[in-house]
């Protein structure tokens, strides 16, 4: 081994330590989730400036399914903006006149993004890294807006499966997107191999991975709240398809 393929070797190992001690992001965000109800012309999104020593600028904008940054319907405004160290501040999801000529009857999905951009060092060789986030944003219309009966009983335990072959297909009779996050044969039991996290879009069905036998006729399927919430909720099996049984469902987690 030469001189320059060890001080390589060492260089790059000292970067990894380095990257694996700092890429924490400093500018955070109030959720895991945007949901933009359709009868208001914008929706706020809380920031936090964490280092408490430096400050960041932070730039926001919003993509499509696709991942292609899009300026309408939807927009982040300002679109870049400075946190003073140990901050708070807003970003405003402002919704434009092209909004109302999305889908009325169901949801539409975007991606919410936050980069943090930190200050220039003065310091020579030094690594700077832009962090980013990126969540889900629901723009949900005016007229499938929840009610508070909704709310008490949750769309999402309206899904059922159906076995196709040695699977289940996960059906969504529902105007909204539910992402499904965990999938068990038992209550207290351990995710099923081949469980993958997917998001079954409003009156639509995906295949689940795990197979029916693994599964079995009692599964359980953990899905993500408006809230950042998990709750848990159990199937009972009946010939070829399967309800949620409230009474063995687990509200939030």
Not at 53 to 70: H, T
Not at 81 to 91: A, H, I, M, V, Y
Not at 130 to 152: G, N
Request: glycine share 6%.
């Amino acid at each position: 081994m030469t001189l320059n393929t060890r001080f390589t070797r060492q260089a790059f190992a000292l970067l990894a330590l380095g990257l694996s001690q700092t890429a924490h992001a400093a500018v955070g965000l109030d959720r895991t989730r945007v949901i933009f109800d359709g009868g208001k012309e914008a929706t706020s999104v809380n920031i936090t400036n964490n280092n408490t020593q430096l400050p960041y600028l932070a730039q926001g904008w919003i993509e499509d399914e696709g991942g292609k940054k899009i300026t309408s319907p939807l927009i982040v405004l300002p679109p870049v903006q400075r946190l003073e160290p140990g901050k708070q501040s807003q970003l405003k999801v402002q919704a434009l006149p092209a909004a109302k000529l999305l889908p009325q009857d169901r949801e539409t999905v975007y991606y919410f993004n936050l980069r943090e951009i930190p200050p220039r060092s003065d310091k020579a060789n030094t690594l700077q890294i832009a962090l980013q986030t990126r969540i889900k944003l629901f723009y949900r219309p005016q007229a499938i807006a929840p009610s508070q009966q909704d709310l008490s009983n949750p769309w999402q335990e309206k899904l059922t499966l159906t076995r196709e072959g040695e699977r289940y297909q996960v059906n969504n009779p529902t105007p909204y997107y539910v992402t499904l996050v965990d999938a068990r044969s038992t209550k207290d039991g351990k995710t099923v191999a081949g469980f993958e996290p997917l998001m079954i879009p409003p009156k639509g069905a995906l295949p689940l991975g795990p197979t029916s036998k693994a599964l079995g006729t009692t599964p359980y399927l953990a899905y993500v709240n408006d809230y950042g919430g998990r709750p848990l909720m159990a199937f009972t099996c009946r010939g070829t398809t399967c309800t949620v049984s409230a009474q063995a469902s687990t509200p939030n987690e």
